[in-house]
């Protein structure tokens, strides 16, 4: 089955994807034969360095083609935001802290705790799809119960000046 990503999150690995492929694997392969050249390879340190850093690429080009390969690319702007939808920016308000949070639902591949976005199969992210604004959820996490009512709802914008600390 697809995971779900917004077009920000899966140009992003597309583009990781491309610079490891085209730049970073290039530069380490020709690093490596310029190293193979000084001699006993098992005592050479800067031989031994490009070949890790060869092999932690193709990992990673490993791990980004099947992110790319198995992802369900979504458009966040032609799908409505009058209720909770995937790629909207949730505020809520915590009813026994008594004080607000925002959340953005993305795909699991485009979470990040620090900037509160949360997958859509997530807990939470599955309590708020199709909400409304004043609709209350209830959410047990290790058995402490958290209660929220939702005041906005809106389309996130991955255009905003702020969102570049996550490229």
Known sequence: MK??????????????????LKVEKPH???????????????????????????RNIDKRLRFLDKIIKNSNVINIDEIPHNKVNFGSRVTLFDLELEEQKEFT???TYETNPKYNFISNK???GKKLLGKSIDDEIELFINDKLFEYEV????KFDFNLKDIKVLD
């Open 3 to 20: 995971e779900l990503i917004t077009e920000h999150g899966f140009r992003k690995f597309v583009d990781e994807f491309n610079h490891l």
């Open 28 to 54: 380490w392969i020709k690093e490596k034969e310029i190293a193979a050249q000084f001699g006993d390879r098992s005592e050479n340190a800067e031989y031994i360095s490009a070949k890790e850093q060869i």
């Open 105 to 107: 639902i993305v795909g």
């Open 122 to 124: 997530s807990p939470l």
């Open 151 to 154: 005041i906005n709802i809106e």
